[in-house]
């Protein structure tokens, strides 16, 4: 599936029938093609045991939930509104998401004001034959490690190829980390190449799947899911989400 547009632009505050129109239909597109990637793509790999083990969560990073909970950004108490995302690096619409609304969603994490966690999701690589979203997801961990995972997964989705399936470069990830702060990159790169976190990544996919999670972008705000128009919103308008939270957080 081709990249989504760079910018979705927001419909004019005043205007022309029209112009109105337009921006009403270049909204929907965008919505129906959120929905059509998360709908339309087939099943996630299933990586849990025969017998259903549950996950463990082994190889965690500095950040992370036990039992592949996600990564936590922020230090936000328990009376925070919770915000969960599930996004995949190859994802063209999780890097949209990320590029339109991840500043607001980490300018609120860093604030205290919601409790963020990512779930980083690999099914991606089942469909499309490859292992970038999971050496992606682990480069993410090993970012986290040395307190840099906000920066490294914007400059992943930055960073995207223009195509699906091609993915990054050991060199190019490790750009990313020099790019994010990483200071210890002998350190990053040592991770990196021996996929310390593989097994936690693994753990994520499969606790989606269980969780019935079977596409990305989704977005959680106290255990509610954003509806399709809610995300496109959130893909369009980088303003949308303080209002949102006001209406979903409990």
Request: hydrophobic share 40%; charged share 20%; net charge negative.
């Amino acid at each position: 599936m081709a990249r989504p547009p760079a910018h979705v632009p927001p419909p004019p505050k005043s205007g022309p029938p029209v112009a109105l129109i337009a921006a009403v239909v270049a909204i929907a597109v965008a919505i129906a093609a959120v929905v059509a990637y998360v709908v339309m793509r087939p099943d996630p790999v299933d990586t849990a045991t025969e017998d259903g083990a549950a996950v463990t969560g082994v190889g965690s990073s500095a950040n992370a939930l036990p039992n592949a909970g996600g990564i936590v950004v922020g230090d936000a108490g328990d009376d925070a509104p919770a915000v969960h995302i599930y996004q995949d690096y190859q994802c063209p619409w999780c890097g949209l998401l990320e590029q339109v609304s991840g500043p607001a969603f980490t300018e609120a994490a860093l604030a205290g004001d919601i409790q963020l966690t990512y779930t980083l999701m690999s099914f991606l690589d089942g469909n499309l034959g490859t292992d970038h979203s999971g050496r992606a997801a682990n480069a993410a961990m090993c970012a986290d490690d040395q307190g840099a995972f906000v920066d490294f997964n914007a400059a992943v989705f930055a960073g995207q190829p223009d195509e699906e399936g091609d993915g990054w470069t050991d060199e190019q990830l490790i750009g990313f980390a020099e790019d994010s702060g990483v200071e210890d990159i002998e350190a990053f790169t040592g991770c990196l190449e021996a996929g310390t976190h593989d097994d936690y990544v693994t753990d994520m996919q499969t606790r989606s799947s269980q969780d019935g999670i079977s596409g990305s972008p989704r977005v959680f705000i106290d255990g509610t899911e954003v509806n399709d128009d809610q995300l496109g919103i959130l893909l369009e308008d980088p303003n949308s989400f303080p209002g949102l939270l006001d209406e979903l957080a409990n």
